[in-house]
């Protein structure tokens, strides 16, 4: 069974800094990313990485923001500075596992970020 396991959010002041971690469970996961959520807003993108280790970021948070993984312990990681107010929401860590083709993607439950003074 498959299972994503966030920790790290919390309440940070603008020009903070938070480190996501996720670790994942129950299969081989080529992709995995962070996805957010503002209250009213649709679930973005903002980064993910590859098993092989290629990037791919929001254009809000880069340079500010770096995903990385461990593969050994199928863990992926956010690393988030110089935090913004509109930062502020659910994150939640995804994982892409590919099958015969065929991908199926996985979901954590979701860590609260708050970026406020």
């Known amino acids: 069974q498959v299972q994503l396991v966030e920790s790290g959010g919390g309440l940070v002041q603008p020009g903070g800094s938070l480190r996501l971690s996720c670790a994942a469970s129950?299969?081989?996961?080529?992709?995995m990313g962070w996805y957010r959520q503002a209250p009213g807003k649709e679930r973005e993108l903002v980064a993910s990485?590859?098993?092989?280790?290629?990037?791919n970021y929001a254009d809000s948070v880069k340079g500010r923001f770096t995903i990385s993984r461990d593969n050994a312990k199928n863990t992926v990681y956010l690393q988030m500075n110089s935090l913004k107010p509109e930062d502020t929401a659910v994150y939640y860590c995804?994982?892409?596992?590919?099958?015969?083709?065929?991908?199926?993607?996985?979901w954590g439950k979701g860590t609260l970020v708050t970026v406020s003074s």
């Open positions: 995804n994982a892409d596992s590919w099958v015969a083709g065929i991908i199926f993607p996985y």
């Open positions: 129950g299969s081989i996961f080529n992709r």
């Open positions: 990485i590859t098993r092989g280790g290629i990037t």
